[in-house]
């Protein structure tokens, strides 16, 4: 995937697109705290690189490298899963808006006890019942609807890694004094924070798609059964 904005087409294209929008937030991050702090001017404007762009231009390699090396650590650590396992974002998500309407439809109305044996089995369960039917590489629905949660996903996880960044970048302009810079830069984080709350809104209605699509099949319903039939008998 080349386009930045376009819809990746599967897990790993949507890792990348996450990557490089992290780039271009901390890249911007970097320009704002190089224009608001003197200090930290003078320091990301040591080394400059000559870009050939229309004849090439002259930028401070100082300015690039931070923006490198954030979105390079976080690719692979994966902070987005990081953060999803520290407030379980993905689990929650999994359980309610696509384990329990897929058990839910097949028959199974789930009481405390069953909930937590879904809550332990589900990375297996999404992958007996979720993903045999919407994996990016092997679709069994229409890969648009697949398309669209990766998507929605991405763009998710891009403005949670901005919010981490921007965190970051505000209590730097503090320690620097750059106080107008640093209140704007807050305020715009306020702004977003509703949305990384709420945001995850977008993910259900296409993952409601999905759910809906692979219910509509017989077939696959009778194969979720026998899933959940598996789990749940007794002994």
């Known amino acids: 995937m080349t386009n930045p904005l376009a819809s ?3 897990y790993p294209e949507m890792l ?11 890249f911007a991050l970097t320009l704002v705290v190089g224009a608001a702090c003197p ?13 050939d762009v229309y004849g090439g231009i002259a930028v401070p390699l100082m300015y690039i490298v931070p923006p ?4 390079v ?15 379980a974002i993905r689990q929650n998500f999994d359980v309610f808006h696509i384990l329990l309407p897929l058990a839910g ?8 006890d069953r909930l937590e044996v879904l809550k332990k089995e589900r990375r297996q369960l999404m992958n007996k019942t979720f993903y045999r039917y919407a994996s990016s590489t092997e679709p069994k ?3 648009h609807l697949i398309t669209r949660a990766l998507d929605n996903w991405s763009w998710y996880w891009i403005l949670i890694e901005f919010l981490v960044i921007g965190t970051f970048a505000f209590f730097f302009l503090l320690l620097c004094g750059a106080y107008h810079a640093a209140a704007w830069l807050g305020a715009a984080l306020l702004l977003l924070t509703p949305l990384g709350i709420f945001g995850g809104r977008f993910c259900v209605r296409a993952a409601d798609a999905e759910v809906r699509e692979i219910l509509a099949n017989a077939d696959r319903c009778r ?3 026998a899933v959940f039939d598996a789990l749940y008998r007794p002994g």
């Open 8 to 10: 990746p087409a599967n």
């Open 16 to 26: 990348n697109k996450i990557s490089i929008w992290t780039f271009v937030s901390s």
């Open 39 to 51: 200090a930290a001017a003078h320091a990301l404007g040591k080394y400059h690189v000559r870009i």
């Open 68 to 71: 490198v090396v954030i979105s």
């Open 73 to 87: 650590v976080f690719r692979i650590v994966r902070l987005h899963d990081k953060i999803s396992d520290r407030f």
């Open 105 to 112: 439809t097949v028959g199974y109305a789930l009481d405390l």
């Open 141 to 143: 629905i229409q890969r």
């Open 223 to 225: 194969e979720i059964k």
